[in-house]
């Protein structure tokens, strides 16, 4: 059997890979055996090492590859040499990238080597052999990037990783990609995808995808959608127009000068007492009185109310009523006297100003709180009725 080997030990320190470049003065040996070795380099064969004939050397060609194997990926991760992993999309599991591979039609993913790396951020330190928590792993690269464990490179010639182990990179979240080697003629491998579990990088892409597709497909996406964008945009509008309309009568009415939403006629109305002990007499017009007269008309003592222009006005009222009336609006109210000469030039009461027989301001707080109720529930309503369309 002819021992092939890609790797040998320098000197007995360094690992040299027969890619690398080479000292004439430097003594290679066999990791396996540690008998010296001799590069082949030559144009026509494939580069190796080889052992000296009757060799003694007892490594197994599985123990060989699964050491080149794990070496050559070890030196592209140091040297920047891209790889491209074909991934099964069936592999990727509990990613939502799934189904956009499935709509493009993918059955393999290309995943490249250097596009991991530059994902992860390698940091310094790559290794082959290393312990990560309880176990050994064949290629360690650690990472500044969404793993702490680094990502792991499991080479598989004889034995896939065991259950145990796999729970425990899933357990602690450590990125691993499971490969079985195939070498090629020229000391290279290809490598087979037997497991794989990189979901930040999956992620990560299927974010990209979705973000690149919208900028790229916006205006086909928006052709596509517009009429229910419409439909939607303008039930929104219609929705924020009522309600902003509600939100300023609200403002207007409660927090604004009431009086100045209120007609004049109607805060007359509002803020006076008018006293009518004859209510069958009909009012045919209004005049604004500025004194009384009492005067004796024959046998009787007659009311009179003067106008602006001293018109004396017959008052239609029994005087005892309207003495009465006036005795009580006095006890019940505080009352000003209104002074005044009568007709015959004598001074005397001539009205009487009834105070504060509607507090404006009293009338306003109370008011306001009945209103705010009276707006909110009508503003929830609107709200409620605009959510039940959105639910239709
Ligand atoms: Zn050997």
Redesign the pocket.
């Known amino acids: 059997m002819s ?1 092939k ?1 890609a790797v040998a030990l320098e000197d007995n320190k360094y690992v040299r890979h027969i890619k690398d470049r080479l000292s004439k003065s430097s003594i290679y040996t ?1 990791p ?4 010296e ?1 001799i590069a082949r380099k030559g144009s026509e064969r494939q580069h190796h090492f080889s ?1 000296a004939p009757g ?1 003694n ?1 007892t ?1 197994s060609e599985e123990t060989i590859l699964h050491y080149n194997a794990k070496h050559y990926l070890l030196y592209c991760i140091k040297n920047a040499i891209d790889i491209t992993f074909n991934v099964p999309t069936e592999m990727i599991k509990d990613s939502r990238i799934t189904p956009i591979f499935d709509s493009l039609g993918l059955r393999k993913y290309p995943l490249s080597l250097a596009a991991l790396i530059d994902f992860y951020g390698k940091s310094n330190g790559s290794c082959v052999e290393k312990a990560i928590g309880p176990y050994i792993v064949d290629v360690h690269m650690p990472v500044k990037m969404h793993s702490s464990f680094g990502v792991i490179f499991e080479i598989v010639v004889t034995h896939e990783m065991e259950q145990e182990k796999l729970n425990w990179l899933h357990q602690y979240g450590v990125p691993y990609l499971e490969l079985s080697p195939v070498e090629r003629s020229d000391n290279s491998f290809d490598f087979d995808m037997l497991r794989i579990n990189i979901p930040h990088y999956f992620n990560r892409m299927e974010n990209n995808f979705v973000t690149n597709s919208i900028v790229n497909f916006y205006d086909e996406i928006y052709s596509q959608l517009k009429d229910y964008i419409e439909v939607d945009h303008k039930k929104k509008q219609e929705k924020d127009l009522k309600i902003k309309a509600w939100d300023w009568v609200t403002e207007k009415i409660l927090y604004g000068n009431l009086r100045y939403w209120v007609p004049e006629e109607a805060q007359k109305q509002m803020k006076s007492l008018t006293i009518r002990p004859f209510k069958d007499l009909a009012i045919t017009n209004t005049k604004t009185m500025h004194g009384a007269a009492y005067k004796r008309v024959k046998e009787h003592r007659m009311v009179f109310a003067v106008d602006d222009s001293d018109h004396e006005n017959l008052v239609l009222n029994d005087k005892n009523v309207l003495e009465e009336l006036l005795h009580k609006l006095a006890v019940a109210y505080p009352t000003e006297m209104l002074m005044g000469k009568g007709i015959n030039g004598r001074e005397g009461v001539v009205g009487f100003k009834f105070l504060n027989l509607i507090d404006p301001i009293t009338y306003e707080k109370e008011w306001q709180d009945h209103m705010k109720e009276f707006f909110l529930t009508v503003r929830n309503r609107l709200e409620k009725q605009e959510n039940n369309e959105d639910d239709e």
């Open positions: 021992i080997l066999c396996f055996c540690r008998e070795v052992h060799t050397c490594a």
